[in-house]
Nanobody, 118 residues
Framework: VQLQASGGGLVQAGGSLRLSCAAS????????LGWFRQRPGKERDFVGA????????SYADPVKGRFTISRDYARRMVYLQMNSLQPEDTAVYYC????????????WGQGTLVTVSS
């Protein structure tokens, strides 16, 4: 499995942005595709994830109700729709994958920078 994230950029507070993650590989059954972010001077944090096969999602508390993860099964794309963005959402965002048998994410894409101006 290989991942490539894109879609970052500069947006004003209150605005929206959608990140994309292109996933390649033989199959994704049993995988979780997750989004993480690393804010300036902070450790990398979990944002949310989607179970590839069934589409169920989970989110970290700071983004619940504002961010939505979805996937295009046929195109092997995972999306992070971010609404009501705030300056504290400024971070490098990463997509990652783990098999359900693993406890941690082991496959990472390159990050994409999101900057939210006040």
């Amino acid at each position: 499995v290989q991942l490539q994230a894109s879609g970052g950029g500069l947006v004003q507070a209150g605005g929206s942005l959608r990140l994309s993650c292109a996933a390649s590989g033989p199959y994704f059954t049993g995988y979780f595709l997750g989004w993480f972010r690393q804010r300036p001077g902070k450790e990398r944090d979990f944002v949310g994830a989607i179970r590839w096969s069934v589409g169920t999602t989970s989110y970290a508390d700071p983004v619940k109700g504002r961010f939505t993860i979805s996937r295009d099964y046929a195109r092997r794309m995972v999306y992070l729709q971010m609404n009501s963005l705030q300056p504290e959402d400024t971070a490098v965002y990463y997509c990652a994958a783990r098999h359900h048998s693993q406890s941690s994410y082991s496959i990472w894409g390159q990050g994409t920078l999101v900057t939210v101006s006040s």
